[in-house]
Nanobody
């Protein structure tokens, strides 16, 4: 069974940085796309960034391009989201997602809160 555990959220001032981690277990993730999504109060969950585990190719939402970087550590089975130049509008619960591109299996972590003060 796939387990995803996020950590690294917190309170930061605008312009600051945070690094989120997603520890993944229960599978070999070479056939997975790992992603970060976020949900702000009163809004729908939205895509932030994704990385194809096998080759490391990445994609980003326009709102975070140039500020956020997604990466993965094969040895640690962990996916990171480095967030720089944070804005108050980045405030949300951030969720880690694992999607098996072959089977369509889709898994979510419990989320971690990021709050950016102005």
């Amino acid at each position: 069974q796939v387990q995803l555990v996020e950590s690294g959220g917190g309170l930061v001032q605008a312009g600051g940085s945070l690094r989120l981690s997603c520890a993944a277990s229960g599978r070999t993730f070479s056939s997975y796309v790992m992603g970060w999504f976020r949900q702000a109060p009163g809004k729908e969950r939205e895509f932030v960034a994704a990385i194809m585990w096998s080759v490391g190719s990445t994609t980003y939402a326009d709102s975070v391009k140039g500020r956020f970087t997604i990466s993965r550590d094969n040895a640690q089975n962990t996916v990171y989201l480095e967030m720089n130049s944070l804005k108050p509008e980045d405030t949300a619960i951030y969720y880690c997602n694992a999607r098996n591109v072959a089977s369509g299996g889709d898994y979510w972590g419990q989320g971690t809160q990021v709050t950016v003060s102005s």
